[in-house]
């Protein structure tokens, strides 16, 4: 018996370590590379760079451009989140906790959403927002991105809140405490690991989104970091090797995010897996 397991082990590991090499070659490749020169990178492509040049780098780092691209990602990212976060805990309760008549048909067109791409609705979401005022403003990023971050977050909190057992909502409700009250103060607090594995996925879905501020955004006032970067690129198009460095750098913040956050964002998803 133990001969076939550990086989079967040493066939994990192994599929495990290439899915990691494939991952992290081509994030090492761009680190280094934005070290180099273009003339390096031409001569010598694959081998360490020799001299190492920073200044692609600490430029990038100094430029106020960079970090103004950074803090509208960011504003962005935590609107969203916060907007999609409120509105999908308190119809996932609905869903969950409350039975009414079409309540099962309801959520399903909740979740037909998931079948929906954006670029379905370029056109008219543009058009909306434009009668709306919204081009240019930052709300007309934050709001279609959590409309379309509702299906997700709802489904997800949905089957963690129906987990809840009914004995705590008749015990909050003997003490006095009304469908709000457990939810604020029972159902929120007990379902924190679903609540940060849906902020997880805000932020970085938020974070990665090109399209839409490229449709919302015609002032570089509010530019997010993807279409910085595709404007560096296109600035910098025969300096490959600073454009390395920028991808790098706009990579940072949402690697760092991920790998703080990384053991909610698993744990959560394994529970709600978990959950019958």
């Not at 609905?94 to 079948?115: D, N, Q």
């Not at 805000?202 to 910085?228: E, Q, R």
Request: proline share 6%; charged share 10%.
């Amino acid at each position: 018996m133990k001969a076939p397991r550990t086989s079967k082990t040493l066939s994990l590991h192994a599929v495990l370590l290439v899915v990691g090499a494939v991952m992290a070659v081509p994030l090492l490749y761009a680190v280094l590379s934005g070290f180099k020169s273009t003339d390096q990178l031409s001569r010598n492509p694959v081998g360490l760079p020799d001299p190492w040049v920073t200044s692609n780098y600490t430029g990038i780092l100094a430029s106020g451009s960079f970090w103004r691209l950074v803090g509208s990602s960011t504003f962005i990212a935590i609107g969203t989140t916060v907007v999609v976060v409120a509105v999908s805990a308190l119809a996932a309760f609905s869903f969950a906790r409350f039975a009414f008549r079409g309540r099962e048909v309801l959520f399903t067109l909740f979740t037909i959403g998931l079948m929906f791409p954006f670029a379905v609705a370029a056109l008219p979401l543009f058009l909306l927002l434009r009668s709306m005022g919204l081009l240019d403003d930052p709300l007309g990023v934050i709001l279609p991105q959590a409309a379309f971050g509702l299906p997700m977050t709802i489904v997800i909190l949905r089957g963690f809140f129906r987990e809840i057992p009914a004995e705590l909502e008749e015990a909050a409700t003997l003490d006095g405490c009304g469908p709000l009250g457990f939810f604020w103060r029972v159902l929120l607090p007990m379902a924190r690991p679903a609540l940060g594995t849906v902020s997880v996925l805000a932020v970085v879905a938020s974070w990665n989104n090109f399209l839409l501020p490229l449709l919302v955004f015609t002032d570089d006032t509010w530019w997010t970091v993807p279409i910085g970067v595709q404007q560096f690129q296109g600035q910098y198009s025969s300096d490959t090797a600073r454009v390395f460095a920028y991808l790098v750098l706009a990579m940072v913040p949402a690697l760092a995010f991920y790998s703080v956050a990384e053991r909610q964002l698993v744990g959560g998803l394994t529970a709600g897996a978990t959950k019958g």
